[in-house]
């Protein structure tokens, strides 16, 4: 296995981090990743908001929902929380179809450069996003996509195989276990 499919591999969603903050630059170059995956007719209609301030982590924090099949045990406690976030904007102009999928190409760069680096992070779909809009001061030609949360990792998912279900839960040891269909039941050849 070369070593980006290792990479590939071995990124799981971390939703418990360590309290240490992850500098500027390496916020800009996950940033700069996504900006630079594949985009439908090449329009661009992406925008990326970095969140580090102490002040806003909190806030932002309260607008997100996590892990709903293990709730509330898939929440971040205090110490174990998020240490930068990026929101993922959709420039209004463009709204269409297209926008999903290349804000989906654009939010896999950022978790599998964040994992180069060694930062977990979790993809967050369920957001009170008027309220987001205000702690952030959206402009008002955006509108919110998505929520990547970050930070280094206080815990180490693991996954197993599994054809039974898609539902991931902690052990009694609070290991995050994350089924994963079996490739053979997924794969068709010619």
Not at 69 to 83: D, F, L, V
Not at 86 to 91: A, F, K, M, S, T
Not at 117 to 145: F, H, Q
Request: with cysteine.
């Amino acid at each position: 296995m070369n070593e980006f499919s290792k990479l590939i591999k071995t990124r799981r969603t971390v939703r418990r981090f360590l309290p240490d903050k992850i500098s500027m630059d390496i916020l800009t170059d996950l940033a700069d990743c996504a900006r630079l995956a594949p985009s439908a007719s090449n329009r661009q209609p992406l925008a990326f908001h970095i969140i580090q301030k102490e002040d806003l982590l909190e806030p932002v924090f309260q607008t997100l929902s996590w892990a709903g099949y293990i709730r509330p045990r898939g929440t971040p406690r205090e110490g174990e929380k998020p240490t930068a976030y990026i929101v993922v904007l959709y420039n209004k102009k463009f709204q269409e179809t297209a926008i999903r999928q290349d804000a989906g190409a654009a939010i896999q760069n950022i978790l599998l450069a964040a994992w180069s680096y060694g930062i977990g992070s979790c993809w967050i779909g369920t957001v009170n996003r008027d309220e987001l809009a205000k702690v952030i001061k959206l402009p008002e030609d955006y509108t919110i996509g998505s929520v990547i949360a970050l930070g280094y990792p206080a815990e180490s998912p693991v996954i197993e195989e599994s054809e039974q279900t898609v539902r991931y839960y902690k052990d009694e040891n609070n290991v995050l276990h994350v089924p994963k269909k079996p490739l053979k039941s997924i794969l068709f050849v010619d």
